[in-house]
């Protein structure tokens, strides 16, 4: 079955041509000069691909059977910490937020995206040291973190950011960094549990926009077109649609993080296990 | 003599006999299929060892702790709905490696031009220039012409940039709320491709202490600096970065030359050498250091490019990133 797979991405890789579009004249001087040429990728309807910052191999569709009630009940004292930190940054996310969801999603998304960075770096720089395979985690994680930043693309267009929530931005991301860039050093067992109670809570939120929509409280807007290409969702898709996909996401997210921490608790390194690429 | 036994088990391991060892471990923790995946490219599923060297060592002692937590595991597998696809060649035989998949295999362009060199013009670009040539004396001078040592602690420094380069591009990108143009993934491939050459590199030379120390310091110092110098000034970061690729191309032509005269042995590449690069089955070290040094080749040019896109006052995001240029 997974020569399908590879087949498939063959015929896509197929299409992409090689064509100097765009681009001003300096540009094609430096192209030609270097020889790397800017790639003409079309759709499967021979449409143009418009998005540099994914292919259409990076696109899938995303499965909404997953569990999404799952809980891990929180049974060590590492892992009680990490529950009641969650809890804590919950709380005045809820008071800041109130009840505008997607502007909560898209703040919420540019703090969801750091530590998939993080610790796939910090595996990255430890594989290089020690001369260790990785096992894909470190692929693993750098996809989920590039699946989060790719929902805060959809949700910027939904929600435009006003400035002093660009500020807060960059104070938050400052401070969750360096937090998280430590936590992970000291216990990844304690980082990826925190990040995977931070995913229930995201999907809580997710439900919660989910309710308004339905309600009528948020205006059911058509998807943007970059969540429309990224899921693979069918034309004439909603914002409850993308709402959907993106709480899955948060759900595999969830998995994959709790298992990376259950991993740690059974005294394994997390390259002993493989990791789930395109787990989503 | 233990050591001769570990060698010959890895290659016994790596030739093709280890694959009853995959089997018989991941019958210890077979589960069911719970999830149906995008792609729908998956049958059934299982827990998988990794085949690193250090594992063969204790294969049996490994085998036996597998069976006594392979229950424990298999029930937190099931669990969280997670478990490894079962992946095939192209010829139907497993696919071993945890590390990368079938898809992120490449045949490497060999015929790029490898003699290609940028003329440092403005004073970034001299700058980022001697101290390249700075730290190559430095090299030369700690490894001499033990090419294989060489090149394996070159790629240690070189998976770092790519790394530190795309996590910030990673965090600009969220922060302004901006897209990314691709480079993102561009940079991170790079520091992949460059983690998989020392993969291969570590299968044929085993570091000793003293190296593993100096890596970690030179890891700890570099990685800093360099994001420091990334933060300061992307346009001489990448540059930097270029010239560091050229110095590589230029050891590896040596270690080519080395190997034509005869005073490097032309071992058989390694295992999954063969398979990263899609080699033919009876590839030499010549040919895992062609493909590598056509890798550094292409890095060089994209880390140039990307400098000059700098230089022109743009931003990387304006123009689209060299993905899967290689």
């Not at chain 1, 950011?161 to 216990?187: C, D, H, M």
């Not at chain 2, 490696?97 to 045949?107: E, K, L, Q, T």
Request: one cysteine or more.
């Amino acid at each position: 079955e997974s020569t399908l797979a590879l087949s498939e991405k063959e015929k896509i890789e197929k299409k992409v041509g090689l064509s100097s579009a765009g681009g001003n004249k300096e540009e094609k001087v430096i192209v030609s000069y270097w020889g790397i040429q800017p790639s003409k990728i079309t759709k499967k309807d021979g449409t143009e691909w418009k998005w540099n910052c994914f292919s259409p191999w990076g696109t899938y569709k995303a499965d909404l059977s997953i569990d999404l009630e799952k809980h891990m009940p929180p049974t060590t004292f590492l892992d009680k910490m990490a529950f009641w930190t969650v809890k804590v940054l919950r709380y005045p996310t809820d008071v800041f937020f109130q009840r505008r969801y997607g502007c909560r999603a898209m703040m919420l998304e540019t703090v969801a995206a750091v530590p998939g960075m993080v610790a796939g770096m910090l595996l990255h720089c430890k594989s290089l040291r020690r001369f260790e395979h990785s096992g894909g985690w470190f692929k693993a994680l750098l996809e989920e973190a590039e699946n989060e930043r790719m929902h805060l693309m959809t949700f910027m267009e939904v929600a435009k950011p006003k400035w002093y929530e660009r500020a807060l931005v960059i104070t938050v991301q400052g401070v969750f960094f360096n937090a998280y860039f430590l936590g992970y050093l000291l216990s990844p067992k304690f980082a990826h549990r925190m990040f995977g109670y931070l995913e229930e809570e995201a999907i809580h939120s997710y439900t919660e926009f989910l309710k308004e929509l339905d309600k009528g409280n948020i205006e059911n807007v058509p998807a943007p077109a970059i969540a429309i290409d990224y899921w693979q969702l069918p034309p004439g898709s909603t914002l409850r649609d993308v709402v959907m996909v993106v709480r899955a996401d948060e759900a595999h997210h969830r998995d994959v993080n709790h298992f990376a921490s259950d991993i740690h608790y059974q005294g394994r390194e997390l390259r002993e296990a493989a990791a789930p690429i395109g787990y989503h | 003599m233990k050591n001769v036994l570990v060698r010959s088990a890895a290659r016994a391991l790596l030739g093709g006999g280890g694959r009853s060892y995959y089997r018989q471990l991941s019958t210890a923790a077979i589960v069911e299929q719970r999830h149906q995946h995008g792609g729908g490219a998956f049958g059934s599923f299982h827990l998988r060892r990794m085949s690193t060297l250090p594992e063969v060592k204790d294969q049996h002692s490994e085998e036996k702790k597998n069976e006594v937590n392979g229950t424990s595991n298999a029930v937190v597998t099931s669990y969280w709905g997670i478990t490894r696809p079962k992946v095939r060649r192209e010829d139907g035989t497993e696919w071993p490696w945890n590390c990368f998949m079938p898809w992120d295999s490449y045949h490497s362009d060999v015929s790029i031009d490898v003699t290609k060199h940028h003329t440092p013009k403005s004073l970034t670009d001299k700058v980022a220039f001697r101290a390249v040539k700075f730290l190559r004396v430095l090299s030369d001078i700690y490894f001499k012409e033990r090419y294989g040592c060489h090149a394996m602690m070159l790629e240690t420094i070189a998976a770092v940039p790519g790394m530190v380069g795309g996590m910030l591009l990673h965090l600009k990108s969220l922060r302004k709320f901006q897209h990314s143009g691709g480079w993102i993934k561009a940079l991170l491939e790079e520091a992949e491709n460059e983690r998989m050459h020392l993969m291969t590199m570590v299968e044929l030379v085993k570091p000793s202490w003293h190296e593993r120390l100096l890596i970690f310091t030179a890891q700890g110092v570099f990685f800093n600096a360099f994001f420091v110098f990334y933060l300061l000034s992307p346009k001489a970061a990448h540059r930097f970065v270029g010239y560091l690729e050229e110095e590589a191309v230029i050891s590896y032509t040596q270690h080519l030359n080395a190997i034509e005269s005869g005073k490097v042995e032309n071992v058989p590449a390694p295992a999954i050498a063969i398979d990263y690069w899609r080699l033919p089955k009876d590839a030499t070290l010549k040919d895992v250091v062609t493909v590598i040094r056509a890798d550094e080749a292409h890095h060089r040019d994209v880390n140039h490019f990307a400098s000059d896109i700098h230089h022109q006052g743009k931003e990387l995001k304006e123009a689209p990133a060299p993905i899967g240029y290689h």
